[in-house]
């Protein structure tokens, strides 16, 4: 959201004209790389990925609990990514409610 924002700062003055923004040079309209701004990202990154991964847990109890998961006959036409979400939301504490899983069971498209 960062870049995207900092990009749209960047073309401000060009909107601003009513010219194209056609001719501006990619690099201007990223972040400067900067000391901070890569410790900066590095603490976003961590952060994501705390909130998708779960401590201590291996990919084999991952898949444990996917076996769980797609043992209930009714999960079969759930989507093996949506699986993999619930299983480690799972191993977090926070299983989907019933109705949650009948959302995820209907909305698989191959």
């Known amino acids: 959201m960062d870049e995207k924002k900092d990009a749209m700062d960047y073309m401000k003055p060009c909107f601003a004209k009513g010219q194209p923004c056609a001719d501006i040079p990619v690099n201007s309209l990223l972040r400067p790389w900067t000391d901070a701004y890569t410790t900066e990202m590095s603490a976003s990154a961590e952060k994501m990925s705390g909130e998708y991964s779960v401590p201590n847990t291996s990919v084999l109890d991952i898949v444990h609990q996917m076996d769980k998961f797609y043992a209930d006959y009714r999960n079969t036409p759930v989507c093996m ?11 977090r504490g926070h299983a989907s409610t019933e109705e949650q899983l009948q959302l995820e069971r209907n909305s698989c498209n191959p």
């Open 81 to 91: 990514i949506t699986a993999i979400q619930e299983s480690i939301a799972s191993l």
